[in-house]
Protein backbone atom coordinates (compact mmCIF):
# COMPACT_ATOMS: atom_id res chain seq x y z
CA UNK A 1 0.00 0.00 0.00
CA UNK A 2 1.41 3.14 -1.21
CA UNK A 3 -0.49 6.04 -0.26
CA UNK A 4 -2.15 7.05 3.27
CA UNK A 5 -3.63 4.26 5.02
CA UNK A 6 -6.93 3.67 4.51
CA UNK A 7 -9.79 3.68 7.37
CA UNK A 8 -9.79 0.02 8.00
CA UNK A 9 -12.27 -2.00 11.28
CA UNK A 10 -8.58 -2.00 12.86
CA UNK A 11 -7.40 1.54 12.03
CA UNK A 12 -8.90 4.76 11.63
CA UNK A 13 -7.56 7.50 9.68
CA UNK A 14 -5.41 10.17 11.66
CA UNK A 15 -6.91 13.61 11.40
CA UNK A 16 -3.82 15.30 9.53
CA UNK A 17 -3.76 12.04 7.01
CA UNK A 18 -3.32 13.92 3.33
CA UNK A 19 -3.67 11.99 0.10
CA UNK A 20 -0.21 11.37 -1.27
CA UNK A 21 0.98 10.13 -4.92
CA UNK A 22 1.84 6.43 -4.69
CA UNK A 23 5.49 5.22 -4.80
CA UNK A 24 6.49 2.88 -7.36
CA UNK A 25 6.53 -1.05 -7.32
CA UNK A 26 9.96 -1.04 -9.12
CA UNK A 27 10.59 -3.97 -5.99
CA UNK A 28 10.74 -7.68 -6.78
CA UNK A 29 10.88 -10.86 -4.28
CA UNK A 30 14.57 -11.18 -5.29
CA UNK A 31 14.93 -7.81 -3.60
CA UNK A 32 12.74 -7.87 -0.89
CA UNK A 33 14.70 -11.63 0.28
CA UNK A 34 18.24 -10.75 -0.28
CA UNK A 35 17.35 -7.66 1.48
CA UNK A 36 16.17 -9.76 4.80
CA UNK A 37 19.52 -11.54 4.54
CA UNK A 38 21.83 -9.17 3.84
CA UNK A 39 20.04 -6.37 5.94
CA UNK A 40 21.71 -7.45 9.46
CA UNK A 41 25.24 -9.00 7.61
CA UNK A 42 27.24 -6.33 8.40
CA UNK A 43 30.24 -5.09 10.32
CA UNK A 44 28.59 -5.52 13.96
CA UNK A 45 28.87 -9.46 12.64
CA UNK A 46 32.27 -9.46 10.50
CA UNK A 47 34.13 -7.24 13.49
CA UNK A 48 31.88 -6.32 16.70
CA UNK A 49 31.40 -10.30 17.07
CA UNK A 50 35.21 -10.45 18.45
CA UNK A 51 33.96 -7.83 21.71
CA UNK A 52 31.08 -10.48 22.20
CA UNK A 53 33.52 -13.91 22.08
CA UNK A 54 36.28 -12.02 24.49
CA UNK A 55 33.45 -11.39 27.37
CA UNK A 56 31.61 -15.07 26.57
CA UNK A 57 33.79 -17.57 25.44
CA UNK A 58 32.22 -20.66 23.22
CA UNK A 59 28.92 -19.34 25.42
CA UNK A 60 28.81 -17.02 22.79
CA UNK A 61 27.04 -18.88 20.70
CA UNK A 62 23.95 -19.29 23.15
CA UNK A 63 24.52 -15.27 23.21
CA UNK A 64 23.47 -15.01 19.85
CA UNK A 65 20.73 -17.25 20.18
CA UNK A 66 19.12 -15.83 22.73
CA UNK A 67 19.22 -12.42 20.84
CA UNK A 68 18.50 -13.71 17.61
CA UNK A 69 15.36 -15.40 18.95
CA UNK A 70 14.39 -12.32 20.53
CA UNK A 71 14.54 -10.18 17.22
CA UNK A 72 12.99 -13.47 15.07
CA UNK A 73 10.12 -12.74 17.65
CA UNK A 74 9.86 -9.22 16.91
CA UNK A 75 10.46 -9.68 13.00
CA UNK A 76 7.15 -12.56 13.32
CA UNK A 77 5.10 -9.36 15.20
CA UNK A 78 5.96 -6.76 12.38
CA UNK A 79 5.58 -9.42 9.54
CA UNK A 80 2.34 -10.34 10.64
CA UNK A 81 0.93 -7.05 11.00
CA UNK A 82 2.59 -5.83 7.89
CA UNK A 83 1.15 -8.49 5.92
CA UNK A 84 -2.26 -8.11 7.48
CA UNK A 85 -1.78 -3.77 6.71
CA UNK A 86 1.56 -3.28 4.38
CA UNK A 87 2.47 0.01 4.68
CA UNK A 88 5.89 2.25 3.37
CA UNK A 89 5.71 3.51 7.09
CA UNK A 90 5.74 -0.16 8.34
CA UNK A 91 5.78 -0.16 12.36
CA UNK A 92 5.15 3.77 12.43
CA UNK A 93 1.61 3.25 10.84
CA UNK A 94 0.75 0.46 13.02
CA UNK A 95 1.51 1.90 16.16
CA UNK A 96 -0.36 4.93 15.02
CA UNK A 97 -3.35 2.57 14.40
CA UNK A 98 -3.29 0.31 17.59
CA UNK A 99 -1.79 2.92 20.23
CA UNK A 100 -2.90 6.28 18.86
CA UNK A 101 -1.37 9.10 16.88
CA UNK A 102 1.44 9.89 19.69
CA UNK A 103 2.77 6.68 18.90
CA UNK A 104 3.30 6.05 15.64
CA UNK A 105 4.43 9.95 15.28
CA UNK A 106 7.50 9.38 18.23
CA UNK A 107 8.40 6.02 16.43
CA UNK A 108 8.92 7.19 13.01
CA UNK A 109 11.13 10.15 14.33
CA UNK A 110 13.25 8.27 16.38
CA UNK A 111 13.93 5.74 13.90
CA UNK A 112 14.15 7.85 10.98
CA UNK A 113 16.17 9.89 13.72
CA UNK A 114 18.17 6.65 14.30
CA UNK A 115 19.03 6.21 10.33
CA UNK A 116 20.67 9.43 9.46
CA UNK A 117 22.84 9.34 13.21
CA UNK A 118 23.81 5.42 12.56
CA UNK A 119 24.37 6.23 8.54
CA UNK A 120 27.26 8.87 8.92
CA UNK A 121 28.96 6.00 11.19
CA UNK A 122 28.66 3.62 8.24
CA UNK A 123 29.67 6.38 5.90
CA UNK A 124 33.12 6.88 7.73
CA UNK A 125 33.97 3.68 8.62
CA UNK A 126 33.48 2.75 5.01
CA UNK A 127 35.80 6.10 3.89
CA UNK A 128 38.26 4.89 6.49
CA UNK A 129 38.72 1.39 4.56
CA UNK A 130 38.73 3.34 1.01
CA UNK A 131 41.49 5.73 2.24
CA UNK A 132 43.49 2.38 3.68
CA UNK A 133 43.61 1.52 -0.03
CA UNK A 134 44.08 4.83 -1.36
CA UNK A 135 45.86 6.83 0.40
CA UNK A 136 45.53 10.05 -1.64
CA UNK A 137 42.55 10.25 -1.35
CA UNK A 138 41.08 12.04 2.20
CA UNK A 139 38.95 10.14 4.02
CA UNK A 140 36.26 13.17 4.02
CA UNK A 141 36.25 12.80 -0.22
CA UNK A 142 35.23 9.33 0.25
CA UNK A 143 32.36 10.12 2.32
CA UNK A 144 31.45 12.69 -0.27
CA UNK A 145 31.79 10.51 -3.12
CA UNK A 146 29.81 7.55 -0.93
CA UNK A 147 26.71 9.77 -0.21
CA UNK A 148 26.60 11.37 -3.82
CA UNK A 149 26.02 8.06 -5.31
CA UNK A 150 24.11 6.40 -3.36
CA UNK A 151 21.87 9.58 -3.09
CA UNK A 152 21.59 9.41 -6.79
CA UNK A 153 20.71 5.84 -6.72
CA UNK A 154 17.84 6.45 -5.00
CA UNK A 155 16.58 9.46 -6.63
CA UNK A 156 16.53 7.87 -9.59
CA UNK A 157 14.19 4.43 -9.24
CA UNK A 158 13.35 2.43 -6.46
CA UNK A 159 14.67 -0.71 -8.48
CA UNK A 160 18.17 0.68 -8.39
CA UNK A 161 17.86 0.56 -4.81
CA UNK A 162 16.89 -3.44 -5.16
CA UNK A 163 19.76 -4.22 -7.45
CA UNK A 164 22.59 -2.33 -5.16
CA UNK A 165 21.33 -4.21 -2.14
CA UNK A 166 20.21 -7.64 -3.92
CA UNK A 167 24.34 -7.89 -5.30
CA UNK A 168 25.57 -6.33 -1.88
CA UNK A 169 23.57 -8.91 0.38
CA UNK A 170 25.15 -11.85 -2.27
CA UNK A 171 28.09 -10.89 -1.66
CA UNK A 172 27.70 -10.75 2.27
CA UNK A 173 25.88 -13.86 2.12
CA UNK A 174 28.30 -15.78 -0.21
CA UNK A 175 30.99 -14.85 2.20
CA UNK A 176 29.19 -16.43 5.35
CA UNK A 177 28.64 -19.25 3.46
CA UNK A 178 32.14 -19.70 2.23
CA UNK A 179 33.84 -19.28 5.58
CA UNK A 180 30.98 -21.72 6.73
CA UNK A 181 32.18 -24.14 4.30
CA UNK A 182 35.82 -23.52 4.87
CA UNK A 183 35.25 -23.86 8.52
CA UNK A 184 33.41 -27.04 8.75
CA UNK A 185 36.27 -28.23 6.98
CA UNK A 186 38.67 -26.82 8.98
CA UNK A 187 37.23 -28.88 12.36
CA UNK A 188 37.03 -32.39 10.81
CA UNK A 189 40.58 -31.75 9.05
CA UNK A 190 39.58 -32.05 5.76
CA UNK A 191 41.37 -28.73 4.25
CA UNK A 192 45.02 -29.50 3.06
CA UNK A 193 47.85 -30.12 5.74
CA UNK A 194 45.27 -29.44 8.48
CA UNK A 195 44.51 -31.59 11.27
CA UNK A 196 40.91 -32.26 12.74
CA UNK A 197 40.66 -29.19 15.29
CA UNK A 198 37.83 -31.01 17.83
CA UNK A 199 35.94 -30.33 20.29
CA UNK A 200 38.85 -29.13 22.35
CA UNK A 201 38.54 -25.10 22.26
CA UNK A 202 34.69 -25.51 23.18
CA UNK A 203 35.57 -27.24 26.25
CA UNK A 204 39.30 -26.08 27.15
CA UNK A 205 40.37 -22.48 28.15
CA UNK A 206 38.07 -22.82 31.49
CA UNK A 207 34.83 -24.03 29.91
CA UNK A 208 32.06 -23.55 27.76
CA UNK A 209 30.96 -21.06 30.23
CA UNK A 210 34.23 -19.30 31.30
CA UNK A 211 32.81 -16.83 32.61
CA UNK A 212 29.54 -18.28 33.86
CA UNK A 213 26.20 -16.69 32.32
CA UNK A 214 26.91 -13.49 33.58
CA UNK A 215 29.20 -13.79 30.61
CA UNK A 216 26.23 -15.21 28.05
CA UNK A 217 24.43 -11.96 29.47
CA UNK A 218 27.32 -9.58 28.78
CA UNK A 219 27.43 -11.37 25.07
CA UNK A 220 23.62 -10.48 24.23
CA UNK A 221 23.82 -6.72 25.34
CA UNK A 222 26.97 -6.76 22.91
CA UNK A 223 25.27 -8.61 19.95
CA UNK A 224 21.57 -7.98 20.15
CA UNK A 225 22.01 -4.77 18.09
CA UNK A 226 23.56 -6.11 15.52
CA UNK A 227 19.93 -7.45 14.35
CA UNK A 228 19.02 -4.66 13.99
CA UNK A 229 17.89 -3.57 9.96
CA UNK A 230 15.16 -6.08 9.60
CA UNK A 231 12.92 -3.46 10.12
CA UNK A 232 13.42 -2.50 6.58
CA UNK A 233 12.17 -5.40 4.73
CA UNK A 234 8.71 -4.32 5.99
CA UNK A 235 9.23 -0.73 4.81
CA UNK A 236 10.83 -2.30 1.42
CA UNK A 237 7.41 -4.56 1.16
CA UNK A 238 5.13 -1.68 0.14
CA UNK A 239 6.96 -1.19 -3.20
CA UNK A 240 6.26 -4.41 -4.77
CA UNK A 241 3.60 -5.94 -6.95
CA UNK A 242 2.03 -7.79 -4.02
CA UNK A 243 3.38 -6.33 -0.51
CA UNK A 244 1.11 -8.54 1.51
CA UNK A 245 2.60 -11.70 -0.26
CA UNK A 246 5.90 -10.30 -0.74
CA UNK A 247 6.70 -9.36 3.54
CA UNK A 248 5.43 -12.73 4.41
CA UNK A 249 7.89 -14.70 2.08
CA UNK A 250 10.66 -12.07 2.80
CA UNK A 251 9.91 -12.53 6.80
CA UNK A 252 10.04 -16.22 6.64
CA UNK A 253 13.13 -16.76 4.89
CA UNK A 254 15.21 -14.33 6.63
CA UNK A 255 14.95 -15.06 10.33
CA UNK A 256 15.72 -18.52 9.94
CA UNK A 257 18.59 -18.12 7.94
CA UNK A 258 19.89 -15.14 9.10
CA UNK A 259 19.56 -16.81 13.05
CA UNK A 260 22.01 -20.21 11.24
CA UNK A 261 24.22 -17.52 9.89
CA UNK A 262 25.18 -16.27 12.83
CA UNK A 263 25.37 -18.86 15.31
CA UNK A 264 26.74 -21.47 12.66
CA UNK A 265 29.42 -18.60 12.07
CA UNK A 266 29.85 -18.06 15.85
CA UNK A 267 30.04 -22.05 16.09
CA UNK A 268 32.67 -22.11 13.32
CA UNK A 269 34.93 -19.44 15.11
CA UNK A 270 34.95 -20.34 18.76
CA UNK A 271 35.68 -24.55 17.58
CA UNK A 272 38.54 -23.57 15.56
CA UNK A 273 40.46 -20.95 17.60
CA UNK A 274 40.71 -20.73 21.53
CA UNK A 275 38.23 -18.24 23.24
CA UNK A 276 41.06 -16.28 24.26
CA UNK A 277 42.27 -15.66 21.21
CA UNK A 278 39.38 -12.46 20.25
CA UNK A 279 40.02 -8.96 21.22
CA UNK A 280 36.98 -6.42 20.52
CA UNK A 281 38.01 -4.40 17.63
CA UNK A 282 39.54 -7.16 15.81
CA UNK A 283 37.87 -9.42 13.48
CA UNK A 284 37.44 -13.19 14.41
CA UNK A 285 36.73 -13.97 10.64
CA UNK A 286 40.16 -12.70 9.68
CA UNK A 287 42.10 -14.76 12.65
CA UNK A 288 40.12 -17.98 11.48
CA UNK A 289 40.88 -17.17 7.79
CA UNK A 290 44.71 -17.23 8.46
CA UNK A 291 44.61 -19.76 10.62
CA UNK A 292 43.13 -22.42 8.37
CA UNK A 293 45.74 -20.40 5.59
CA UNK A 294 43.78 -18.82 3.27
CA UNK A 295 45.75 -15.84 1.97
CA UNK A 296 45.55 -12.22 2.08
CA UNK A 297 42.67 -13.34 4.57
CA UNK A 298 42.56 -9.37 6.30
CA UNK A 299 42.23 -7.74 3.09
CA UNK A 300 39.25 -10.09 1.95
CA UNK A 301 37.39 -9.03 5.20
CA UNK A 302 38.36 -5.93 4.58
CA UNK A 303 36.70 -5.77 1.25
CA UNK A 304 33.32 -7.69 2.58
CA UNK A 305 33.15 -5.14 5.36
CA UNK A 306 33.50 -2.73 3.04
CA UNK A 307 30.56 -3.64 1.22
CA UNK A 308 28.66 -4.47 4.53
CA UNK A 309 29.14 -1.03 5.07
CA UNK A 310 27.68 0.34 2.27
CA UNK A 311 25.12 -1.74 2.02
CA UNK A 312 23.94 -0.59 5.30
CA UNK A 313 24.58 2.93 4.12
CA UNK A 314 22.42 2.83 0.89
CA UNK A 315 19.64 0.69 3.46
CA UNK A 316 19.57 3.38 5.77
CA UNK A 317 18.89 5.96 3.32
CA UNK A 318 16.56 4.29 1.62
CA UNK A 319 14.73 3.16 5.13
CA UNK A 320 14.84 7.04 6.55
CA UNK A 321 13.19 8.55 3.11
CA UNK A 322 10.44 6.56 3.26
CA UNK A 323 9.90 6.73 6.86
CA UNK A 324 9.74 10.28 6.47
CA UNK A 325 7.54 9.92 3.57
CA UNK A 326 5.43 7.84 5.42
CA UNK A 327 5.17 10.86 8.25
CA UNK A 328 4.35 13.59 6.04
CA UNK A 329 1.42 11.04 4.40
CA UNK A 330 0.01 10.88 7.90
CA UNK A 331 0.49 15.10 8.80
CA UNK A 332 3.20 14.27 11.56
CA UNK A 333 6.08 15.80 8.97
CA UNK A 334 6.14 18.90 6.57
CA UNK A 335 3.84 17.94 3.44
CA UNK A 336 6.50 19.31 1.07
CA UNK A 337 7.95 16.03 1.76
CA UNK A 338 5.00 14.30 -0.23
CA UNK A 339 6.56 15.19 -3.60
CA UNK A 340 6.15 11.85 -6.14
CA UNK A 341 8.90 11.90 -9.09
CA UNK A 342 6.76 11.14 -12.12
CA UNK A 343 3.79 12.41 -10.83
CA UNK A 344 3.13 9.11 -9.28
CA UNK A 345 3.86 7.61 -12.20
CA UNK A 346 4.92 3.84 -11.76
CA UNK A 347 7.45 4.18 -14.41
CA UNK A 348 11.14 3.23 -14.57
CA UNK A 349 11.79 6.79 -12.76
CA UNK A 350 8.68 7.17 -11.29
CA UNK A 351 7.03 7.36 -8.12
CA UNK A 352 10.15 7.76 -5.72
CA UNK A 353 9.80 10.30 -2.84
CA UNK A 354 12.95 12.59 -3.83
CA UNK A 355 12.27 15.37 -1.25
CA UNK A 356 12.10 12.91 1.69
CA UNK A 357 15.28 11.03 0.21
CA UNK A 358 17.15 14.91 -0.21
CA UNK A 359 16.10 15.94 3.13
CA UNK A 360 17.21 12.23 5.04
CA UNK A 361 20.59 12.91 3.01
CA UNK A 362 20.83 16.36 4.40
CA UNK A 363 20.72 15.46 7.46
CA UNK A 364 22.95 12.47 6.98
CA UNK A 365 24.94 15.07 5.31
CA UNK A 366 24.98 17.04 9.29
CA UNK A 367 25.84 13.66 10.82
CA UNK A 368 28.94 12.96 8.87
CA UNK A 369 29.90 16.67 9.33
CA UNK A 370 29.57 16.17 13.03
CA UNK A 371 31.42 12.69 13.18
CA UNK A 372 34.31 14.43 11.45
CA UNK A 373 34.42 17.35 13.20
CA UNK A 374 33.45 16.39 16.82
CA UNK A 375 33.70 12.80 16.79
CA UNK A 376 33.98 12.58 20.65
CA UNK A 377 32.15 15.22 21.70
CA UNK A 378 28.47 16.43 19.84
CA UNK A 379 28.73 13.56 18.00
CA UNK A 380 29.06 10.97 20.19
CA UNK A 381 25.89 12.22 22.79
CA UNK A 382 24.08 11.89 19.03
CA UNK A 383 25.16 8.42 18.97
CA UNK A 384 24.35 7.58 22.64
CA UNK A 385 20.75 9.06 22.40
CA UNK A 386 20.16 6.44 19.66
CA UNK A 387 22.11 3.81 21.31
CA UNK A 388 18.90 2.13 22.90
CA UNK A 389 16.32 3.15 20.33
CA UNK A 390 16.30 -0.17 18.16
CA UNK A 391 15.10 -1.07 21.68
CA UNK A 392 12.17 1.01 21.90
CA UNK A 393 11.41 0.31 19.02
CA UNK A 394 10.89 -3.47 18.72
CA UNK A 395 9.04 -2.79 22.29
CA UNK A 396 6.22 -0.52 20.14
CA UNK A 397 6.24 -2.71 18.01
CA UNK A 398 5.49 -5.54 20.32
CA UNK A 399 2.89 -4.00 22.22
CA UNK A 400 1.34 -2.93 19.05
CA UNK A 401 0.97 -6.13 17.92
CA UNK A 402 -1.23 -7.09 21.21
CA UNK A 403 -3.85 -4.41 20.55
CA UNK A 404 -4.03 -5.19 16.69
CA UNK A 405 -3.59 -8.77 16.75
CA UNK A 406 -7.07 -8.80 19.18
CA UNK A 407 -9.01 -6.34 16.28
CA UNK A 408 -8.10 -8.53 13.35
CA UNK A 409 -9.37 -11.62 14.87
CA UNK A 410 -12.24 -9.92 15.45
CA UNK A 411 -12.78 -7.93 12.35
CA UNK A 412 -10.67 -9.20 9.59
CA UNK A 413 -9.20 -12.93 10.30
CA UNK A 414 -8.42 -13.40 6.90
CA UNK A 415 -6.40 -10.55 6.54
CA UNK A 416 -4.20 -13.09 8.98
CA UNK A 417 -2.37 -14.62 6.47
CA UNK A 418 1.24 -14.86 8.95
CA UNK A 419 0.21 -15.18 12.32
CA UNK A 420 2.40 -15.00 15.52
CA UNK A 421 2.97 -18.17 17.45
CA UNK A 422 1.56 -18.91 20.51
CA UNK A 423 -0.14 -14.99 21.00
CA UNK A 424 -0.20 -13.58 23.06
CA UNK A 425 1.95 -15.21 25.36
CA UNK A 426 5.06 -15.55 23.28
CA UNK A 427 4.01 -11.48 22.92
CA UNK A 428 4.07 -10.51 26.33
CA UNK A 429 7.53 -12.84 26.79
CA UNK A 430 9.18 -10.61 24.41
CA UNK A 431 8.36 -7.52 25.99
CA UNK A 432 9.60 -8.77 28.98
CA UNK A 433 12.99 -9.76 27.12
CA UNK A 434 13.63 -6.41 25.52
CA UNK A 435 12.83 -4.82 29.08
CA UNK A 436 15.21 -7.22 30.89
CA UNK A 437 17.95 -6.34 27.85
CA UNK A 438 17.42 -2.77 28.84
CA UNK A 439 17.84 -3.11 32.65
CA UNK A 440 20.50 -4.94 32.61
CA UNK A 441 22.81 -1.85 29.85
CA UNK A 442 22.08 0.44 33.24
CA UNK A 443 23.96 -2.12 35.01
CA UNK A 444 26.58 -2.11 32.55
CA UNK A 445 28.73 0.69 32.68
CA UNK A 446 29.52 1.21 28.99
CA UNK A 447 25.76 1.02 28.19
CA UNK A 448 24.43 3.12 31.03
CA UNK A 449 24.78 6.07 28.93
CA UNK A 450 23.47 4.38 25.74
CA UNK A 451 19.88 3.91 27.53
CA UNK A 452 19.87 7.64 29.66
CA UNK A 453 20.76 9.71 26.20
CA UNK A 454 18.13 7.31 24.50
CA UNK A 455 15.33 7.70 27.11
CA UNK A 456 15.77 11.28 26.88
CA UNK A 457 15.97 11.61 23.66
CA UNK A 458 12.42 9.34 23.36
CA UNK A 459 10.90 11.45 26.23
CA UNK A 460 11.67 15.01 24.06
CA UNK A 461 9.68 12.80 20.88
CA UNK A 462 7.03 11.90 23.38
CA UNK A 463 6.35 15.39 24.52
CA UNK A 464 6.43 16.84 21.15
CA UNK A 465 3.65 14.27 20.01
CA UNK A 466 2.01 14.80 22.94
CA UNK A 467 2.25 18.67 22.42
CA UNK A 468 1.10 18.03 19.15
CA UNK A 469 -2.23 16.07 19.85
CA UNK A 470 -2.96 18.83 23.07
CA UNK A 471 -2.83 21.73 20.35
CA UNK A 472 -4.71 19.77 17.85
CA UNK A 473 -7.68 18.97 19.99
CA UNK A 474 -7.28 22.38 21.80
CA UNK A 475 -7.95 23.78 17.94
CA UNK A 476 -10.79 21.49 17.17
CA UNK A 477 -12.49 22.28 20.43
CA UNK A 478 -12.09 26.13 19.60
CA UNK A 479 -13.72 25.74 16.21
CA UNK A 480 -16.52 23.81 17.48
CA UNK A 481 -17.23 26.43 20.27
CA UNK A 482 -16.85 29.10 17.89
Not at 39 to 55: H, K, M, P, Y
Request: charged share 10%; proline share 5%.
Amino acid sequence: MHEAPPPTPASPPASGAVPAEPLSHGLKQRHLTMLGLGGVIGAGLFVGSGAGIAVAGPAIVVSYLIAGALAMLVMRMLGEMSAAMPASGSFSVHAERALGRWAGFSVGWLYWFLLVVVLAVEATAAAQIAHGWVPGVEPWAWVLLFMVVFTAANLTAVKNFGEFEFWFASLKVGAIVVFLVLGGLAVFGLLPDTDPVGMANLTGQSGFLPNGWSGVVSGVLTVVFAFGGLEVVTIAAAETDDPARAVGRAVRSAVVRILFFYVGSMLVIVTVLPWTAQRAGLSPYVKVLDAIGVPSAGQIMNIVVFVALLSALNANLYGSSRMVFSLAERGEAPRGLLKVSGGGSRGAAGGVPRRAVLASVAFGFVSVLLNLVWPDTVFLYMLNSVGAVLLFVWALIAASQLRLRARLEQEAPDALALRMWWFPYLTWLTLAGLFGVLVLMLTDEAARPQVLWSAGATALVLLVAVGRQWRERRGDAVSTDG
